[in-house]
């Protein structure tokens, strides 16, 4: 008698993030008005559930990223290495960014989404001040690494964990009992990220099931227009502009990579957070993509701090979308300025909450459109939250992988194989 094949993990949340959707819809319309229901299941059940989902990925983030970093910096034998690293990480991630806030733009001037709205919102939206340029550079070098760790501020986290991984490859002997300690620990560490991965069904239900007894449909109708259009140029870039550049620039097949991208993918889908997927992208390019972890510790982390492809084709919609709603008129000028304002803030702005819409203020102010407007698509923000987290995650791990190849960093075998880092490899 064959023996029953165990469900995969992808297929798990898959159909924990359908179960979710399905029983918060149901309680949204057949029990939206029970009490019991709503405060014991919706804000009891749910809400601790999928906050203690999202809560144990957040809660690997730093001692994972800073003891994988240290063990990648300490065993590179060239320290030159870290700048070229950098170098093309970032030029990797400016460029995407560019290309998708491009692509965003010239779909909703094809589509116009905000042409004959006449929307109104009762909601407000208040901008906090974004840094200046000049202080983020100061920012990134932490005064206090442990007060960095504790607020978790990634950039100020990256770079002590940079220059504690150097200083321990330049102390010979001693150098290298230390190097030995954090391998240990990092091994550890991965042990409990493949740990929590196993509970991630029932947390991706909790969330979903929360999500969908909230929000409104109504909501999502009179903006189907914006919606759609961001929708599309997300999967436009996730879908081509992402597996085009690795084709281009790598020669690897980018359908491979596609379908190894699901786990991560959803995970950052149902937690909207790249940071909180961070643990998972890792575990995606270094186990199953083949990268080597001196380079995956350093581009991952660093793209879910500066990497916002997602984000970028939501400003560049949005900014059309307000600017046909209010009846004003952009030129040539002011969508390169949009280009150019997006694609620098999304350096400029790491590290601070709500990011997003902080870019898009920042966006709006530079052409003159009110920054009100973005009260308008805040209804549907949630969603499309999601969404643009999965492309955003999606995006670090092909610059991962480009950068790994230009590097001699990736094993090609275990890029290749469809089963590396699932159970099928392990048994």
Not at 208 to 229: H, N, P, Q, R, W
Not at 244 to 250: E, F, R, T
Not at 273 to 288: C, D, Q, R, W, Y
Request: glycine share 8%; proline share 4%; charged share 10%.
């Amino acid at each position: 008698m064959q023996q029953k094949q165990p469900l995969s993990l992808t297929t798990k949340i898959v159909l924990g993030m359908f179960a979710g959707i399905l029983l918060g819809a149901i309680i949204q319309y057949l029990l939206g008005d029970s009490q019991f229901v709503q405060e014991y299941i919706v804000e009891g059940v749910f809400l601790v559930g999928g906050k203690i989902f999202v809560n144990s990925l957040k809660m690997l983030v730093v001692p994972l990223v800073f003891i994988s970093l240290i063990c990648g910096t300490c065993s590179l034998s060239d320290p030159s290495k870290l700048g070229r690293l950098g170098g093309k990480s970032i030029a990797l991630y400016l460029t995407t960014t560019a290309i998708a806030i491009s692509l965003a733009i010239g779909l909703a001037l094809l589509v116009s989404p905000g042409e004959g709205q006449n929307l109104s919102s009762e909601a407000t939206f208040s901008a906090k001040e974004a840094p200046s340029l000049a202080q983020v550079i100061i920012n990134i070098v932490p005064s206090n690494p442990i007060e960095a760790m504790a607020k978790g501020n990634m950039l100020q986290i990256i770079m002590f964990a940079l220059l504690f991984g150097i200083a321990i490859s330049l102390s010979g002997d001693s150098g290298k009992r230390v190097a030995g300690v954090f391998n240990d620990l990092n091994d550890v560490v991965m042990k409990l990220v493949v740990i929590l991965m196993n509970l991630a069904p029932y947390g991706v239900f909790f969330l979903m099931a929360k999500l969908f007894s909230e929000i409104s449909i109504t909501t999502i109708f009179s903006l189907i227009k914006y919606f759609g259009v961001v929708l599309a140029a997300l999967a436009i870039h996730a879908l081509v502009t992402y597996p085009l550049l690795l084709k281009v620039l790598s020669g690897l097949n980018p359908v491979i990579f596609i379908r190894k991208m699901r786990d991560a993918a959803l995970f950052a889908f149902t937690t909207a957070s790249s940071n909180a997927t961070i643990p998972v992208t890792l575990e995606t390019a270094t186990k199953k993509m083949g990268v080597h972890n001196n380079v995956a510790s350093f581009t991952v982390p660093l793209g879910a701090t500066i990497n916002m492809d997602g984000t970028a084709i939501m400003q560049g919609v949005a900014t059309v979308f307000i600017a046909q709603v209010f009846a004003v008129d952009l030129s040539l000028n002011d969508y390169i300025m949009v280009i150019l304002t997006a694609t620098l803030a999304s350096v400029g702005t790491a590290g601070v909450p709500g990011v997003g819409l902080i870019m898009l203020a920042m966006v709006l102010q530079q052409v003159g459109l009110p920054v009100e407007g973005i009260a308008l698509i805040m209804g549907v923000d949630r969603l499309l939250d999601m969404t643009r987290t999965a492309v955003n995650v999606t995006g670090d791990s092909m610059v991962t992988v480009i950068v790994a190849k230009s590097e001699k960093e990736l094993n090609i075998e275990t890029f290749n194989n469809p089963w590396a880092g699932s159970r099928k490899d392990k048994a």
